[in-house]
């Protein structure tokens, strides 16, 4: 890995810091470990914490293996990203295609839904912000924005009825 790609991975990390990715209090974590834990049992999902970033959470690799690997409980961000991972599985919606390469992005926008809806809690504006990241992904393709749109709505739906 040279400099000038390091320097790009830090750059574009350095997008994703903000107040949903720092460690909440020990007794949230608990609660959003534990809920993650429920929703996966009730879901017949395989879920294990591991120390990645955010953005490396990954969902089943094929349709038969239920198991979704997401980071450590200690944020919002990642309390949402792994409800989001979950998600997959319940709604059985794949990110891509067959090809393996072409992201599905109103699965990830009814995905998303499905995470807003889940939370314990309406999404914070800092983890508003990441989500939206989340769409903003070099492969242009019909969809996106409005998919993007419909989750954002969704955010904004939940934010206001709290
Ligand atoms: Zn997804």
Redesign the pocket.
Known sequence: MNDNWSDVVAAFESLWEGPSTEPVPDEQEARMRCHVMSLAEEHDVRCREEDIHVFAAE?PLDAESRSVIVPRLSSELAYLVAL??I??LALRLP?YEEDGTTRIFA??AS??EWAIDASLLPPSEDAVDKIRL?FVVDEPRDGRAAARDRVMRRCAERRAAQ
């Open positions: 969902g989001h991972e998600g997959h990110s699965n990830e995905v998303w989340t």
